[in-house]
């Protein structure tokens, strides 16, 4: 998992990065977050990834499994910046 270091004098502090998906009205089901995130483990594939997208009908919605590594490449994928890293602590 990635990890970030917090800047400024003091020694760094490493916390565990979390990806959320905090504007999902955004998107529009292209599947790129969830390839880029099958890809960073070694396959390409709609199952092997950290994070899934459902459509109901109306609207997307996402379900990411906390327990599987995720990379900044994944927010930066998305074309309607749905996603987000945040820090959890
Ligand atoms: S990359 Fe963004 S727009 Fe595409 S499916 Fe994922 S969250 Fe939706």
């Known amino acids: 998992m990635p990890r970030l270091e917090s800047a400024g004098r003091y020694p760094p502090i490493e ?13 529009i089901g292209c599947l790129l977050c969830v390839l880029c995130s099958s890809r960073a483990r070694g396959s390409i594939s709609l199952e092997d990834s950290a994070i899934r997208i459902y459509f109901d009908g109306t609207s997307f919605s996402a379900q990411v499994d906390a327990g ?7 927010v930066k994928i998305c074309p309607r910046n749905c996603l987000a890293l945040t820090e959890d602590q």
């Open 15 to 27: 916390v565990m990065a979390k990806l959320v998906a905090p504007h999902m009205e955004r998107c």
């Open 68 to 74: 599987l590594p995720v990379s900044e490449e994944i």
